[in-house]
């Protein structure tokens, strides 16, 4: 069984997803939703790290073309920041420098379930600390023309947590 599932997830790795949606008018009215998927030249690991949370914080992003890791950043968040607000920090620092390279279709993956499904709009954003960083994302990702959020588990997101752990290190 745990194999079947790893295969059927190893197929959708780093694949971007589109939903069209047509409608008919007819005697009843009918909505169709296909969803395509094609390879994600682009993709976004993010992670945040806070020691004590509320404590000092760091953040870090990687971008990757192709599979292969052409930029990251670490930056130390503050001395007494959550958890939440680094995995955030995380995911905009990236999400920007994305954004000024001109990339238009972005995958992005970290492992904290609140922030992706935050940006997925499947969760609320009621932490008063977390609106301001929201709002800096959704502006942000409006200059996309294709951009996904996906969560992945820990072990999948190594090279993330290894650089927010450095904007512990490099403050």
């Known amino acids: 069984m745990?194999?079947?599932?790893?295969?059927?997830?190893?197929?959708?790795?780093?694949?971007?997803?589109?939903?069209?949606?047509?409608?008919?008018?007819?005697p009843t009215t009918?909505?169709?939703?296909?969803?395509?998927?094609?390879?994600?030249e682009y993709v976004l690991f993010f992670d945040g790290c806070s020691k004590q949370n509320p404590g000092p914080s760091g953040a870090g992003a990687v971008l990757?073309?192709?599979?292969?890791?052409?930029?990251?950043?670490?930056?130390?968040?503050?001395?007494k920041e959550t958890n939440n607000v680094a995995e955030y920090m995380g995911m905009i620092i990236g999400v920007e420098e994305a954004r000024n390279r001109g990339i238009r279709r972005l995958l992005v993956k970290?492992?904290?379930?609140?922030?992706?499904?935050?940006?997925?709009?499947?969760?609320?954003?009621k932490a008063?600390?977390?609106?301001?960083?929201?709002?800096?994302?959704?502006?942000?990702?409006?200059?996309?023309?294709?951009?996904?959020?996906?969560h992945v588990y820990r072990h999948h997101n190594q090279r993330a947590d290894e650089v927010a752990n450095l904007g512990l290190i490099h403050r």
């Open 128 to 150: 008063p600390g977390l609106r301001k960083l929201y709002a800096r994302a959704r502006k942000c990702i409006q200059s996309f023309d294709s951009i996904a959020f996906e």
């Open 64 to 79: 990757y073309q192709n599979g292969e890791e052409i930029w990251f950043r670490s930056l130390f968040v503050g001395q």
């Open 2 to 26: 745990q194999s079947t599932i790893s295969s059927f997830f190893s197929k959708e790795k780093n694949t971007c997803h589109r939903v069209e949606s047509s409608s008919k008018v007819a």
């Open 30 to 40: 009918t909505t169709t939703h296909k969803i395509t998927s094609k390879p994600c």
């Open 110 to 125: 970290g492992d904290s379930n609140l922030v992706v499904q935050q940006m997925n709009g499947k969760f609320q954003v």
